[in-house]
Antibody, heavy 118, light 106 residues
Framework: EVQLVESGGGLVKPGGSLRLSCAAS????????MNWVRQAPGKGLEWVSS????????YYADSVKGRFTISRDNAKNSLYLQMNSLRAEDTAVYYC???????????WGQGTLVTVSS | DIQMTQSPSTLSASVGDRVTITCRAS??????LAWYQQKPGKAPKLLIY???SLESGVPSRFSGSGSGTEFTLTISSLQPDDFATYYC????????FGQGTKVEIK
């Protein structure tokens, strides 16, 4: 069974940093591109970042470019999102999601809440 | 950037109704469109990809159509489990989601 489990969310002050993790199991992690998608409270979905299976290709939404860094460790079946210079508008539930292979997301984690507030 | 606009924002319907949700792209995205269903407090669930391909395990009452800039998600006979929010997503250029359509009980 495919499982994605996010961790690392919490309350952080504006300008602070946080590192999210996503532990994957039930599939060959190293064969799939992975993604972070976020959802602000009561709002819609926003794609944040994508990383290819071998980390050769990395993409970011304009809203996080230069502040967030996506990475992965295929030996540990883990995906990461380093978030720096956090802003109030980064407050959201952050989901990790597996890329089905056609840039759509067939499996999602349960999400981890990041709250940026003083 | 490609913008995705869904209509309506909210839809009131009854069990058994045929429901159609529209998603329009600000420029042509060929057939690079997916649909997701999300229930409160849960992660989204993939329903349709490549505009009309049904994801494995998704009931056949869900169908998608369209190409270019206009797309539709149709639920042929609304079931109690279908009351949720639906999002379209383009993947022609990066990835953009629509703002969502909430299907509520009439």
């Amino acid at each position: 069974e495919v499982q994605l489990v996010e961790s690392g969310g919490g309350l952080v002050k504006p300008g602070g940093s946080l590192r999210l993790s996503c532990a994957a199991s039930g599939f060959t992690f190293s064969s799939y591109s992975m993604n972070w998608v976020r959802q602000a409270p009561g709002k819609g979905l926003e794609w944040v970042s994508s990383i290819s299976s071998s980390s050769s290709y990395i993409y970011y939404a304009d809203s996080v470019k230069g502040r967030f860094t996506i990475s992965r460790d295929n030996a540990k079946n883990s995906l990461y999102l380093q978030m720096n210079s956090l802003r109030a508008e980064d407050t959201a539930v952050y989901y990790c999601a597996r890329d089905k292979g056609v840039v759509v997301y067939d499996y999602w984690g349960q999400g981890t809440l990041v709250t940026v507030s003083s | 950037d490609i913008q995705m606009t869904q209509s309506p924002s909210t839809l009131s319907a009854s069990v058994g109704d045929r429901v159609t949700i529209t998603c329009r792209a600000s420029q042509s995205i060929s057939s690079w469109l997916a649909w997701y269903q999300q229930k409160p407090g849960k992660a989204p669930k993939l329903l349709i990809y490549d505009a009309s391909s049904l994801e494995s395990g998704v009931p056949s009452r869900f169908s998608g159509s369209g190409s270019g800039t206009e797309f539709t998600l149709t639920i042929s006979s609304l079931q109690p489990d279908d009351f949720a929010t639906y999002y379209c997503q383009q993947y022609n250029s990066y990835r953009t989601f629509g703002q969502g359509t909430k299907v509520e009980i009439k």
